[in-house]
């Protein structure tokens, strides 16, 4: 990732306004095209071992319909990949911001039936704990990130020694990176095989949502 990157994000935080966004015209531009650069060696790279819908990378533009907050720029650059459906779930997202840049993989908002399948393995099977366990997964992004419920959902018993997995409404991995690392050499590297890492998990969960308890194909 460029510094130029991080520049234009910084000078856009202090000046998030039409006037100078339009002035600056050239400057967005510029970072925009080496943001993009960046995320398509990364995306090219994770591809190869991996199949992926094609790589998304988020505008810029904020929707101000319906919020109260009416800057009309993001201060940050993403970008998302899919995997591959039917046969591949779950995704990439890396986010570039001055002081909050990370990455996350996983399971954003899984729908309804989803979620109650993944619960239901998480009843009877202690292997996703055991994946999460692991020390590449500890050592590469630590536990679980994303909304839970407050207690056990309907149905399931509120004592269950995987509690914690079973309130989770959504399943993600995180990473954070320091602006230092956005401009090191081996940055996109460095992302890729973070990605890599987290492949024990979305293969698992993959598996899940493929499958019925009985490891059946549905």
Known sequence: MQQQVLDFLEDLVKNNNKVWFDEQKEQFESAKEAALESFNSIYMELAQNDFLEPMKMYRIYR???????????KQHFAMY???????????????????????????WNPEKEDLFRIRKEIEVDDELQSILDSKIMQSTFGDLYG???KTAPKGFDRNHPRIELLKKKQFLLKHDFTDKDLIAPDFEQK????????????????????TNLNGEPI
């Open 191 to 210: 992302v890729v095989e973070i990605f890599q890492n987290s492949r024990p998990f979305v293969d698992y969960m993959t598996e899940i949502l493929l």
């Open 147 to 149: 909304v839970e419920l």
């Open 81 to 107: 990949a899919g995997r591959l459906k039917p046969n591949y779930r779950g995704g990439y997202y890396l986010h570039i911001q001055p002081n909050n840049s990370f990455l996350g993989v996983g399971f």
């Open 63 to 73: 929707d101000l319909r319906f919020s109260k907050d009416k800057t009309p720029y």
